[in-house]
Structure formats: structure tokens, C-alpha cells
Nanobody, 119 residues
């Protein structure tokens, strides 16, 4: 059974940093690209970034480019989101997810972790 469990959320000060983790289980982690998304209060889901299966390439939304960095450790089946220069508008629930392709496509999401940026 696929499991994605985010951790690392909490309260951060404006200008501060936070590192989120997403522990994966139930599938061959090293074979899939992983992504992070967020949902701000009263808003829809927003894709933030994605990383290739081997970690060699990543892409970012303009809203977080230069401030957030995605990485992964395939040995530990974990994907990370390093968030720097946080602003109050980064307050959101953050999710990791992946999309399975092939003959039975599906999306798998974690339960999310809340990040609140406030002084």
C-alpha cells in the first residue's frame, strides 16, 4: 500500500526557513518523479516543484523559484522541501505526491503538513 507521510511543518518567522520531509513506502521510490504542492487558506492546490526519479533535475513554480529547493534521498525513500526566505503568503498545507503512469494511472498524496509563517 502506497504511503506518503509529510513532516516538518510548524510555525516559522518571516524570512525564516523550514525543511519538510516526505517519507515514502509501498512502491519503488527510485523509479518515480516526486512533487510538492500546497494549499493556501481559501485557495486551490498549487504545484510548487518536482524532481526526477534520480534527482538529476528539478522544476519550480515561479512563486517559489530561488527560495525553495526540492531534493531526494532514494536510499531512504524520502523527498525533501527546503524552504527559505519564508513569507506570510507561504502559509499553507504542504503535500508531497506522485503520479503513476502506465496502464493504471493514479495519483498518490500525503496527508499534508501545515506551515504557518507569522511573527
Amino acid at each position: 500500500q502506497v504511503q506518503l507521510v509529510e513532516s516538518g511543518g510548524g510555525l516559522a518567522q518571516p524570512g525564516g526557513s523550514r525543511r519538510l520531509s516526505c517519507a515514502a513506502a509501498g512502491f519503488t521510490f527510485s523509479n518515480v518523479a516526486m512533487s510538492w504542492a500546497r494549499q493556501r487558506p481559501g485557495k486551490g492546490l498549487e504545484w510548487l516543484c518536482g524532481i526526477t526519479s534520480d534527482g538529476s533535475d528539478a522544476a519550480y513554480a515561479d512563486s517559489v523559484k530561488g527560495r525553495f529547493r526540492i531534493s531526494r534521498a532514494n536510499v531512504g525513500n524520502t523527498v525533501y522541501l527546503q524552504m527559505d526566505s519564508l513569507a506570510p503568503e507561504d502559509t499553507a498545507v504542504y503535500y508531497c505526491y506522485y503520479k503513476r503512469g502506465g496502464s493504471a494511472p493514479a495519483e498518490y498524496w500525503g496527508q499534508g503538513t501545515q506551515v504557518t509563517v507569522s511573527s
